[in-house]
């Protein structure tokens, strides 16, 4: 790349090792936790191989209220669905059902445990789980099980000897003692696969640990079909691309790719130390050169570039946000980022991978991100290759 080397001269490159070697999981579950105690929690399900069974997806996203807002038409099967999770308070007295979300794949509900369980919250997702497959089963919507063939009579003395020995082997099998109602973790493929399945393993939770989250969790679960909307009827705004490469540096990217072709660039770095005055005067700098079409650069890190993206990003100026730990798997864009995403004003890039784990060298990423954002608007002319 011409003045690559010069430019990010004294880089850190260690990004390329810090892949943690445990592999990714949103779905295992907090070690700190006791999922027995009071606690509020959000549960995400998804459908198996992500089949849109709970319903189709209506409205208009420029609608707030009323009945052309962005909303999901369910199914029988989402009926049912969401008449088991209202249930789950009837079985478990202790736990209530403050919401639930469902969308064409995938369901998302808030559950309050008000005072200790019995049983890890994981028996209620079971049980849960277990009772809606059975009305999948009733349905239609998944095979019944066929009944085992019984085996022919064995037509030679050989044969029936063999079969003889064979039912006696298993009879003298020790049974196991663990019932099925346990509900114990679900193998990685479906346990009948010509039957089918109705849920993907396992499940995803969050536990409310800060003040404002329930707030924002319930707006979330509002506003996920409008989100849902937008995403597709501007999917080429919200598919991540792998490797593209900016100056021969590799990068994923969501978001709209043509704002890395703006020559005009300014990069937005604020100290931690600077005085609220001082921010707001920049913000006021940043905005004025946003409105001439200067498409702005940060990995948002400190209070002062969070805030001031914030402004400029909801005034419409066009900007490239660095993420210091990658795309998640299902990466969905926050509220704001979304918006701005659906209007191509928003491009996402990280040279980083996602790791399910804590970053343990959070400092030098961010000097790295800094460091970059500097030279995508010191070099305008910087080859850009998209896969």
């Known amino acids: ?44 399900l998804a459908i198996d191989g992500r089949r849109p069974l709970l319903g189709m997806l209506a409205g208009n996203t420029s609608v707030a209220t009323g009945p052309d807002a962005p909303h999901v038409v369910l ?46 919250l994981g028996h209620v997702i079971n049980g849960f789980k277990t009772g809606t497959r059975k009305a999948a089963r009733e349905l239609g919507v998944l095979a019944e099980a066929q009944p085992r063939r019984t085996e022919q009579p064995a037509t030679t003395e050989e044969q029936r000897a063999k079969a003889e020995q064979k039912a006696a082997t298993a009879e003298q099998r020790p049974v196991s003692s663990v019932p099925y109602a346990e509900a114990l973790p679900q193998p990685t493929s479906p346990k009948h696969p010509a039957v089918g399945t109705l849920w993907e393993p396992g499940y995803n939770d969050r536990l409310l640990l800060h003040k404002g989250q329930l707030g924002r969790w319930l ?68 905005l004025a050169m946003g409105s001439q079409g200067i498409t702005i650069v940060s990995a948002c890190i400190s209070r002062g570039e969070r805030q001031i993206a914030t402004a400029c990003i909801a005034a419409g100026v066009p900007f490239i946000v660095l993420l210091v730990g990658g795309f998640p798997p299902l990466y969905k864009p926050q509220p704001l980022y979304l918006q701005a995403c659906a209007e191509g004003r928003l491009l996402l890039l990280s040279p980083f991978q996602w790791q399910n784990e804590k970053i343990s060298n959070m400092r030098q990423r961010c000097l790295y991100l800094n460091r970059l954002a500097r030279w995508l608007c010191e070099h305008p002319d910087a080859t850009i290759e998209l896969p």
């Open 1 to 44: 790349m011409e003045g690559k080397d010069n430019a990010m001269e004294g880089k850190d490159n260690s990004h390329k090792t810090w892949a943690n070697s445990k592999r990714p999981s949103m779905k295992r579950r907090s070690e700190q936790n006791d999922y027995t105690e009071r606690g509020i929690y959000l549960v995400t």
């Open 75 to 120: 199914t029988p099967i989402g009926e049912r669905i969401r008449a088991e999770w209202h249930r789950i308070s009837g079985y478990y007295p202790q736990i209530e059902c403050v919401k639930l979300c469902i969308m064409p794949d995938h369901i998302h509900g808030i559950l309050f445990v008000h005072e200790r369980i019995e049983r890890h």
């Open 219 to 286: 707006a979330y679960l509002d506003d996920n079909p409008r989100r849902l909307l937008l995403k597709r009827q501007h999917p080429e705004y919200f598919t991540k691309t792998k490797n593209v490469r900016v100056g021969g540096l590799p990068m994923d990217a969501m978001g709209n790719l043509s704002l890395l072709f703006n020559r005009r660039k300014a990069d937005l770095q604020v100290s931690t130390h600077l005085y609220q005055q001082e921010i707001d005067q920049r913000q006021t700098a940043f």
